[in-house]
């Protein structure tokens, strides 16, 4: 059964430094394109990152553009998002999300209309 499991969340100072990871025990994740979203208290679901199906191609949010890269790890079949300088503000719990490739097929979207969820890992950025 195709499932994603999202890990490397944690507490982290303001500043700081966490890599998350996704992926899909049993299956590659090269097919698919991938997506981060995060959801904090009392917010709305909102698109973080995602990189396309068989690709190096990705799109980020504004708020964490020059701060987070998204990537593939393919020895371990993952999907990587590292996120530098954490702020406050991103500290929510992380999902990854997966879709077969799909139309516009250069770019990738951050509408929370993937097909597959993780159960999401908490991030906490406090010191």
């Known amino acids: 059964q195709f499932k994603l499991v999202e890990s490397g969340g944690g507490l982290v100072q303001p500043g700081g430094t966490l890599t998350l990871s996704c992926a899909a025990p049993?299956?590659?994740?090269?097919?698919?394109?991938i997506g981060w979203f995060r959801r904090a208290p009392g917010k709305d679901r909102e698109g973080v990152s995602c990189?396309?199906?068989?690709?190096?191609?990705?799109n980020y949010a504004e708020s964490v553009k020059g701060r987070f890269t998204v990537s593939r790890d393919d020895a371990k079949d993952a999907v990587l998002l590292q996120m530098n300088n954490l702020k406050p503000e991103d500290a929510a719990v992380y999902y990854c999300?997966?879709?077969?490739?799909?139309?516009?097929?250069?770019?990738?979207?951050?509408?929370?209309?993937?097909?597959?969820w993780g159960q999401g890992t908490q991030v906490t950025v406090s010191s």
């Open positions: 049993g299956f590659s994740l090269d097919y698919y394109t």
């Open positions: 999300a997966a879709t077969p490739p799909r139309a516009p097929f250069t770019l990738c979207d951050l509408e929370p209309t993937y097909g597959h």
């Open positions: 990189i396309i199906s068989q690709s190096t191609k990705t």
